[in-house]
């Protein structure tokens, strides 16, 4: 079992057995060289290493050929139109190319980058990539990993934009390292409490305002205390405050941290494995807040971050179905089911910004919070769900450009049917099945500050369900290893909150 301190060192990537990246403008020097090859420049690459013309190129997809020139290995694939690669197929190109190309014994790895706009994605995907889930064992040596040096003709007189996008990319990659090394910790050693401590710590070294909400001061938010009444640990809820000088206006986000989701009283049953992950909401916002301090983004309000943390567990006191609770705001909620816990959490976590900050313009939620969502999208898309058009056009953007694709839902009230005959709200609509992934997403709606009157939200709203996106079972793909979630979400809400 794993001590905070322990955890916490495992998310310095001193610590991770990473490789260097550097850059080059020329091809001569290494041994072994990863050449993708696109419909719109094999002339030129044949210039490069006339050892390749013999295999007649076309740069299509599932050309492959190792080719021998002089000293050097060149491994050369086949990858389309340049015209159509993406943020999202640069970084799966990068990815896959370290990976395939680690039983190479050199100590300098060449990949060629066709684009100084490639330098920032290629750096992170090679450093996600190459996270290896051995760093949780204590008897596993570190093996040498080779140094990357991404390769392009123009990088001597671009070198300035070079090492700012490389450097840039590399804080991305500890973001979301971050994020991916907590949600593969084990929970008996991520307890609600170490999770607190961690998230203290991290807070410390960013210097970042962090407060860790005093037990007392949580006692009328009975939705996110309810959770935790199975376990033993308390549920916590931390406030990371970053503000912005002359700000007006504040923006509120708020991350699910479920440490452990057996489901509670009505459980999993098989589904229980992989719940660790349960709190991957919470550790993309803490890496959102990593990547936006490092990489020096300027936020565009006042910005309060919030983890509520609590461990959804069976037990004699633990939550029942058909359980009344109040939430933070005053409105009661009927629990329909103990495995709906997510939302919980996260409407507390928002009563809570409430009642402590004014002016909230935005609000984001962003969690693991529905099988529903994973029917619908699969692993590929972030479902959302705003009630601001532009809002919605912007984070469909935000995903496109870090290559974390995002589908929004329709905003329709009508798929709002978390009634209860007992109570304010219910935590599961009445036809849950159909579209739950949106109605779960009206339910934290019914949180989100309005006016008095009318009923209608005042706030913006954006929630993000990532529990197909964030790939819990952690299978891993050609572009990362097994044992380790995606880094979803850092990417996009790094995007909507900076200037």
Request: proline letters at 4%.
């Given at each position: 079992m794993m001590t905070p301190q322990d955890i916490f060192k495992l998310l310095d990537p001193k610590n991770q057995n990473l490789p260097k990246i550097s850059a080059d403008s020329s091809t001569g020097k290494y041994e072994f060289i990863y050449v993708p090859v696109f419909e719109e420049n094999v002339k030129e690459l044949e210039k490069t290493f006339p050892a390749i013309k013999k295999h007649k190129l076309k740069g299509e997809k599932g050309e492959s050929h190792d080719v021998v020139q002089g000293s050097q290995m060149l491994r050369v694939r086949g990858m389309g139109k340049k015209a159509d690669m993406s943020p999202r197929k640069i970084r799966r190109m990068f990815g896959a190319m370290f990976l395939s190309a680690e039983h190479v014994k050199v100590k300098k790895l060449g990949m060629l980058c066709d684009e100084v706009e490639w330098v920032n994605t290629a750096t992170t995907s090679i450093l996600v990539a190459a996270l290896n889930p051995t760093l949780f064992k204590p008897s596993?040596?570190?093996?040498?990993?080779?140094?990357?040096?991404?390769?392009?003709?123009?990088?001597?007189?671009?070198?300035?934009a070079v090492k700012k996008a490389m450097a840039e990319g590399e804080v991305?990659?500890?973001?979301?390292?971050?994020?991916?090394?907590?949600?593969?910790?084990?929970?008996?050693?991520?307890?609600?409490?170490?999770?607190?401590?961690?998230?203290?710590?991290?807070?410390?070294?960013?210097?970042?305002?962090?407060?860790?909400?005093?037990?007392?001061?949580l006692k009328k938010y009975e939705l996110l205390n309810a959770v935790s009444l199975g376990s033993d640990h308390n549920s916590h809820l931390l406030v990371l405050t970053i503000p912005v000088a002359g700000s007006k206006k504040t923006t509120v986000v708020a991350g699910k941290g479920i440490c452990y989701d057996s489901g509670g009283m009505q459980g999993k049953g098989s589904y229980m494995n992989s719940m660790k992950e349960d709190m991957a909401g919470s550790a993309s916002v803490l890496g959102t807040v990593l990547n936006i301090v490092k990489n020096k983004k300027k936020l565009k309000q006042t910005t309060y971050f919030l983890l509520p943390l609590a461990e959804n567990m069976m037990g004699g006191s633990a939550t029942r179905a058909d359980d009344v609770w109040t939430a933070g705001d005053g409105q009661t909620v009927e629990i329909k089911h103990t495995d709906a816990e997510g939302r919980l959490i996260l409407g507390d976590a928002i009563c809570y910004a409430k009642n402590n900050f004014k002016n909230i313009d935005q609000v984001y939620t962003i969690a693991t919070l529905t099988g529903s969502c994973v029917v619908a999208l699969g692993e590929i898309y972030t479902g959302a769900l705003c009630n601001d058009e532009t809002l919605k056009e912007a984070a469909v953007k935000a995903g496109k450009e870090c290559g974390d694709l995002v589908f929004p839902g329709p905003w329709?009230?009508?798929?709002?049917d978390n009634?209860?005959?007992?109570?304010?709200?219910?935590?599961?609509?009445?036809?849950d099945r159909d579209a739950g992934w949106i109605k779960a997403g009206f339910y934290l709606a019914r949180f989100v500050p309005k006016d008095k009157k009318t009923g209608k939200l005042t706030s913006k709203f954006c929630h993000f369900d990532i529990a197909g996106s964030i790939d819990m079972k952690a299978s891993g793909a050609g572009h990362r290893r097994k044992g380790f979630s995606s880094g979803v979400g850092i990417g996009y809400l790094s995007k909507l909150l900076t200037k």
């Amino acid at each position: 079992m794993m001590t905070p301190q322990d955890i916490f060192k495992l998310l310095d990537p001193k610590n991770q057995n990473l490789p260097k990246i550097s850059a080059d403008s020329s091809t001569g020097k290494y041994e072994f060289i990863y050449v993708p090859v696109f419909e719109e420049n094999v002339k030129e690459l044949e210039k490069t290493f006339p050892a390749i013309k013999k295999h007649k190129l076309k740069g299509e997809k599932g050309e492959s050929h190792d080719v021998v020139q002089g000293s050097q290995m060149l491994r050369v694939r086949g990858m389309g139109k340049k015209a159509d690669m993406s943020p999202r197929k640069i970084r799966r190109m990068f990815g896959a190319m370290f990976l395939s190309a680690e039983h190479v014994k050199v100590k300098k790895l060449g990949m060629l980058c066709d684009e100084v706009e490639w330098v920032n994605t290629a750096t992170t995907s090679i450093l996600v990539a190459a996270l290896n889930p051995t760093l949780f064992k204590p008897s596993s040596k570190k093996t040498p990993v080779p140094e990357v040096v991404l390769i392009n003709k123009d990088f001597k007189k671009k070198a300035a934009a070079v090492k700012k996008a490389m450097a840039e990319g590399e804080v991305t990659a500890e973001a979301k390292n971050l994020m991916r090394v907590l949600g593969a910790t084990a929970p008996n050693s991520l307890s609600t409490e170490a999770y607190a401590k961690i998230i203290e710590m991290v807070a410390k070294k960013l210097k970042v305002k962090c407060k860790n909400v005093p037990r007392k001061d949580l006692k009328k938010y009975e939705l996110l205390n309810a959770v935790s009444l199975g376990s033993d640990h308390n549920s916590h809820l931390l406030v990371l405050t970053i503000p912005v000088a002359g700000s007006k206006k504040t923006t509120v986000v708020a991350g699910k941290g479920i440490c452990y989701d057996s489901g509670g009283m009505q459980g999993k049953g098989s589904y229980m494995n992989s719940m660790k992950e349960d709190m991957a909401g919470s550790a993309s916002v803490l890496g959102t807040v990593l990547n936006i301090v490092k990489n020096k983004k300027k936020l565009k309000q006042t910005t309060y971050f919030l983890l509520p943390l609590a461990e959804n567990m069976m037990g004699g006191s633990a939550t029942r179905a058909d359980d009344v609770w109040t939430a933070g705001d005053g409105q009661t909620v009927e629990i329909k089911h103990t495995d709906a816990e997510g939302r919980l959490i996260l409407g507390d976590a928002i009563c809570y910004a409430k009642n402590n900050f004014k002016n909230i313009d935005q609000v984001y939620t962003i969690a693991t919070l529905t099988g529903s969502c994973v029917v619908a999208l699969g692993e590929i898309y972030t479902g959302a769900l705003c009630n601001d058009e532009t809002l919605k056009e912007a984070a469909v953007k935000a995903g496109k450009e870090c290559g974390d694709l995002v589908f929004p839902g329709p905003w329709d009230l009508e798929y709002d049917d978390n009634n209860s005959p007992v109570a304010d709200v219910a935590n599961l609509g009445e036809k849950d099945r159909d579209a739950g992934w949106i109605k779960a997403g009206f339910y934290l709606a019914r949180f989100v500050p309005k006016d008095k009157k009318t009923g209608k939200l005042t706030s913006k709203f954006c929630h993000f369900d990532i529990a197909g996106s964030i790939d819990m079972k952690a299978s891993g793909a050609g572009h990362r290893r097994k044992g380790f979630s995606s880094g979803v979400g850092i990417g996009y809400l790094s995007k909507l909150l900076t200037k």
